[in-house]
């Protein structure tokens, strides 16, 4: 039985986990039961270091990343299947109190 390289957390996920660090050129074996979308390869883009995200699928600019079956940010840039997803193109949405600002920079309600 072949090591696991990355892990899906949720179905409805568009990230998974690394297990290990992982290098360009590598290809992982997603086992995503989620309907008829069964088990599926991927070929890794970018270094993706233990621990981090990398993207199942394409995540255009402004959408959301969804891990655990829950958005936890946006994409900042266009992300392609097997890219490396982190700060450098993810922005969180989360305990951002100048999205709930008002005009004048307060806080409205």
Do not use: C, W
Not at 16 to 28: H, K, N, Q, S, Y
Not at 41 to 53: N, T, Y
């Amino acid at each position: 039985m072949a090591r696991r390289l990355v892990h899906v957390i949720n179905p409805k996920d568009n990230v998974a986990t690394a297990l290990v660090d992982l290098a360009p050129g590598t290809r992982v074996a997603l086992d995503v039961r989620d309907g008829d979308k069964g088990e599926t390869a991927l070929e890794v883009r970018a270094a993706v270091p233990f621990g981090h995200k990398i993207a199942l699928a394409a995540i255009p600019k402004g959408q959301p990343v969804v891990k655990y079956g829950e958005v936890i940010g946006l994409a900042t840039v266009d992300i392609a299947p097997g890219d490396h997803v982190h700060v450098h193109n993810v922005e969180s949405q989360r305990g951002r109190g100048d999205l709930a600002e008002g005009p004048g920079g307060r806080e409205s309600g």
